[in-house]
């Protein structure tokens, strides 16, 4: 009795059930109702409105930050500015360099066979790079990243790479560095006055001589001068695997590179950053001096060994040419003549003489 009771209560529940399915449509709105003329958005869509409120609200505030900053903290706000711009700029610099990588991988290019801006360009944020690691390497210890910001503010032209330096700072930096290595001009010549005897060749010992003199009366030398003795260049005692400990650590500061190292790496280095610059000579040469912008002509000379920073941009085209009449010309044996050049060259040239 108690079962059909149960057994009766489910069959009419299951009726009013199918009775309340057939009143509604297959939208579950009753039959003959209007739809809703109003559209409901997305999860997805509700998600990406509420992302550009919250960019747009940021960007608002960001200004007001930067206007706040600029009013009552303006030598604050010039460093602010000019960190914040570095750092896009390195983060740029990064994926550049990670892109042309990965092309180097995909097609089996060597560094060498890159065009030249894209060698420049790996060229350099492999150095910037060297000096970031540094700093990240400084200020693992705990609570060591604020004695990091203090040395930053404190050394930036040491602890920095030029992205995070004012234009001021980036003329004043760069006049100290090529003080630094224009002290090591004399001590080059000299190792080339006391080489001089131990060259077989008499008339390349009298031709070394009166460049020496030369230079020493302040006389720049012209590109053949060069050339003519590139022969002493790739023979004792001038031939790169042949420098004394002296010229080598003279040379090295010449090329802004450190001298505090044993003579093997001394030698090693010195060999590895004079291929370098003579694949970028190559490189430039192909593209053509006429390509570069006032900016990348300096900056390549100034990486030669002129401190084109005060020298007008036609001046640099010019010694850029010289530099490359002679670089051009030499074989790999004979690169300790170009690494001599970055004294030989730039000691008396034009605005840089003093």
Known sequence: MALSRVSGARA???????????QLGPSGMPWGAPRSSQLHLSPKADVKSFISYVVAKTKVLNGKYHRFLGRHFPRFYVLYTVFMKGLQMVWADAKKARRIK??????????????????????????????????????IPPFANYLVFLLMYLFPRQLLVQHFWTPKQ?????????ALRKQSHPAVIGSLEKAIPHISDGGLRWQLTDLCNKIQRGTHPAAQ????????FCS????????QTPQMKALSRAMLLTSYLPPPLLRRR??????????LDKALAKLGIGQLTAQEVKSACYLRGLNSTHVAEDRCRMWLGEWLQISCQLEEAELSLLLHSVVLLSTNYLETRH
């Open 170 to 178: 980036q003329i004043d930096f760069l006049d100290v560095y090529h």
């Open 102 to 139: 990965t092309n180097m991988w995909k097609h089996n290019v060597k560094f060498h066979q890159l065009p030249y801006r894209e060698m420049e360009h790996l060229r350099q944020f492999r150095r910037d790079v060297t000096k970031c690691l540094f700093l990240g390497i400084i200020s």
């Open 236 to 243: 004792h005692p001038l031939d790169m695997n042949q420098l």
């Open 270 to 279: 010195l060999k590895s950053h004079t291929t370098v610059i003579h694949q």
């Open 12 to 22: 009419v529940l299951w009726s009013s059930l199918v009775t309340r399915r057939l």
């Open 225 to 232: 001068e060069l050339l003519a003795l590139r022969q002493c």
